[in-house]
């Protein structure tokens, strides 16, 4: 189940941020949707070696009444040839204005670290 989810997910995430140019030209008078990327690498050397790979997306879009939120993480380390972290999640939220001072909101989360002593966290 772990390997479809991340499949899944990952396939989501691609749609999305292939398909933001599409949104975007449909109506130039709507707010268009922000996108952020990240991306490290670090080799360090010396008494020990370790090299660290990180990424990170947001995407996110503003609307008068509608907000919308999404947001990647993925973090890998090795160290002396062994993997001492292993850890990525998602998650999206949604808010809407409901009136002067009022609003709803929804969001959903998925994590897994390999070394945290639990197999994946998810939540709503």
């Known amino acids: 189940m772990d390997r479809k989810f991340f499949i899944a997910s990952l396939t989501a995430i691609l749609l999305i941020v292939f398909s933001l140019p599409v949104l975007a030209e449909e109506d130039s008078k709507k707010k268009e949707w922000q996108v952020g990327t990240e991306l490290s690498y670090t080799d360090s050397s010396g008494n020990s070696e370790s090299q660290t790979l990180a990424g990170k997306i947001g995407i996110k879009k503003e609307e008068e009444l509608n907000r919308y939120y999404f947001n990647g993480t993925v973090i890998k380390t090795e160290s002396e040839n062994e993997e001492t972290a292993n850890r990525w999640g998602v998650d999206g939220s949604y ?11 929804g969001e959903a989360d998925y994590l897994k670290d390999k070394f945290s002593g639990y197999k994946y966290r998810y939540g709503g």
Not at 95 to 105: A, N, Y
């Open 95 to 105: 808010e809407r204005t409901l009136g002067d001072g009022f609003f709803g909101s």
